[in-house]
């Protein structure tokens, strides 16, 4: 197959409304992209509020330098992070191939992101052509029954019929491998549906929404979650933190992903990008980088009024994956957000934590954790405090935070909901501070 080129307008949520801010332009052979270049027009780059699509590559610091310009992607990547993001990735592929009724991984880029929909992650959203409008979601409040059953199709490699076909509204943007979509609860809020699979050993959905509120205890910061129970199958609702409402022309402050509709306030978007993004890199590259790695990106990249927070709290979250065998910290389950009050990028609330049991002695987290590697002890992340930019005295007292929640683990999974049996299945992802740590760094904590 001869590769070919294809110009694609990309537009980003600023306001209300969707404003057109450059051209991308990709060379396909078949599913692989070759090349990729991006020009922002010369009316976005004039913009006070523009957003980056990507800090990298595509950073707007020196508006100058891009100003009429057709930029490729850093490190020779063949696609920018930051249009990576804005397209489906597993479960989103899946879901716009069983639409198309097409082979697995047969599109090209461009296809999966013009049928992704414009209720994608974030607040990029990319069309054929500067006069396509957007392409909304269903998002219905009563069709979580019909999404997951859809699901289940899909995943079973059956056709969906159509009286189930709003998964192709509420499913296609969507990333990660397990089944999900986008749903509105009655009010209106916007909230990313994780379904059980029929392939589970264990209880993912519930375990995980314990996960994230015991998180929420050791003091990190994670969005609104739940459980629904659909029959005899649970599902884990998390409250999209990409999204917010505020009033028209008011420029909020605080936590957005506790805002509320009512009272003429609109939803409104926030740029997102990934811990692969941020650190310019490729997918395969992932595991050759480190927690250290991601403090350095903060410091390069997010806003200096939240880069001191943000680095204690990346601190917390690596430990906080070491006391419960959390090895799916891949560089794509770490995020970043632009806010509006600041006008630049802050690490994100916390997502995809998933205790992994594992009677291993040694284990180890996917990303480096300090000097000694991916070991996943205290010790080996007391040792990179300084790359947080922490005292180690200030890095003893976050170990200690978290590690006074997760040692009463089972008592907030028992609140959560999570029964006896499964508590057990799950018990050995948890461990104690002896074992993770030595006695002289045990003297060290307060």
């Given at each position: 197959m001869a590769a070919s080129e294809q110009k694609l307008m990309v537009f980003a949520a600023l306001g209300p409304g969707w404003t057109p801010c450059g051209q991308l332009t990709l060379t396909e052979d078949g599913p692989n992209v070759l090349a990729s270049s991006f020009a922002y027009g010369l009316k976005y780059v004039?913009?006070?509020?523009?957003?980056?699509?990507?800090?990298?590559?595509?950073?707007?610091?020196?508006?100058?330098?891009?100003?009429?310009?057709?930029?490729?992607?850093?490190?020779?990547?063949?696609?920018?992070?930051?249009?990576?993001?804005?397209?489906p990735d597993s479960w989103g592929r899946r879901v716009i191939e069983a639409k198309l009724m097409v082979p697995a991984n047969s599109l090209p880029e461009s296809q999966y992101l013009l049928h992704a929909g414009s209720d994608r992650v974030g607040a990029l959203d990319v069309r054929q052509s500067i006069n396509d409008g957007p392409a909304r979601g269903g998002n219905a409040p009563h069709a979580l029954e019909h999404l997951m059953e859809a699901a289940d199709r899909i995943e079973e490699g059956l056709p969906?019929?159509?009286?189930?076909?709003?998964?192709?509204?509420?499913?296609?943007?969507?990333?990660?491998?397990?089944?999900?979509?986008?749903v509105r609860d009655e009010a209106g809020v916007l909230w990313l549906a994780k379904f059980s699979s029929k392939l589970d050993s264990f209880d993912v959905p519930g375990i995980e929404v314990a996960a994230l509120q015991l998180a929420a205890t050791a003091g990190l910061r994670v969005p609104e979650v739940q459980v629904r129970q659909l029959g005899n199958r649970k599902v884990m609702l998390i409250r999209r933190f990409d999204r917010y409402w505020a009033l028209p022309a008011v420029t909020?402050?605080?936590?957005?992903?506790?805002?509320?509709?009512?009272?003429?306030?609109?939803?409104?978007?926030?740029?997102?990008?990934?811990?692969?993004?941020?650190?310019?890199?490729?997918?395969?590259?992932?595991?050759?980088?480190?927690?250290?790695?991601?403090?350095?990106?903060?410091?390069?990249?997010?806003?200096?009024?939240?880069?001191?927070?943000?680095?204690?709290?990346?601190?917390?979250?690596?430990?906080?994956?070491?006391?419960?065998?959390?090895?799916?910290?891949?560089?794509?389950?770490?995020?970043?957000?632009?806010?509006?009050?600041?006008?630049?990028?802050?690490?994100?609330?916390?997502?995809?934590?998933?205790?992994?049991?594992?009677?291993?002695?040694?284990?180890?987290?996917?990303?480096?954790?300090?000097?000694?590697?991916?070991?996943?002890?205290?010790?080996?992340?007391?040792?990179?405090?300084?790359?947080?930019?922490?005292?180690?005295?200030?890095?003893?007292?976050?170990?200690?935070?978290?590690?006074?929640?997760?040692?009463?683990?089972?008592?907030?999974?028992?609140?959560?909901?999570?029964?006896?049996?499964?508590?057990?299945?799950?018990?050995?992802?948890?461990?104690?501070?002896?074992?993770?740590?030595?006695?002289?760094?045990?003297?060290?904590?307060?």
């Open positions: 004039r913009r006070a509020d523009a957003l980056e699509i990507d800090p990298v590559s595509l950073g707007l610091k020196s508006r100058e330098e891009v100003r009429g310009k057709r930029l490729l992607p850093a490190n020779n990547l063949t696609l920018f992070g930051g249009i990576r993001d804005a397209a969906v019929p159509s009286h189930l076909q709003a998964i192709f509204l509420d499913g296609t943007a969507l990333g990660g491998a397990r089944p999900k979509a986008s909020p402050e605080g936590e957005l992903m506790h805002t509320q509709p009512g009272q003429g306030r609109e939803e409104l978007r926030l740029g997102f990008v990934s811990g692969l993004t941020l650190l310019g890199c490729d997918e395969t590259e992932s595991r050759t980088k480190s927690y250290m790695d991601l403090a350095g990106a903060i410091r390069a990249h997010c806003h200096p009024s939240h880069i001191r927070a943000d680095n204690a709290e990346l601190f917390k979250r690596m430990v906080y994956n070491i006391l419960v065998s959390n090895d799916d910290d891949h560089l794509r389950n770490h995020g970043f957000v632009w806010e509006p009050a600041i006008n630049g990028w802050r690490l994100s609330p916390l997502y995809d934590v998933l205790p992994k049991a594992s009677h291993a002695f040694e284990r180890y987290l996917h990303l480096g954790v300090g000097p000694q590697g991916r070991l996943a002890t205290l010790d080996n992340a007391l040792g990179a405090h300084e790359m947080f930019t922490l005292s180690k005295a200030t890095a003893c007292e976050l170990i200690s935070q978290v590690w006074l929640a997760v040692r009463q683990w089972k008592g907030y999974f028992e609140a959560s909901g999570v029964s006896g049996a499964e508590i057990e299945k799950i018990a050995p992802a948890f461990r104690h501070l002896d074992t993770v740590s030595t006695a002289q760094l045990r003297k060290l904590l307060p």
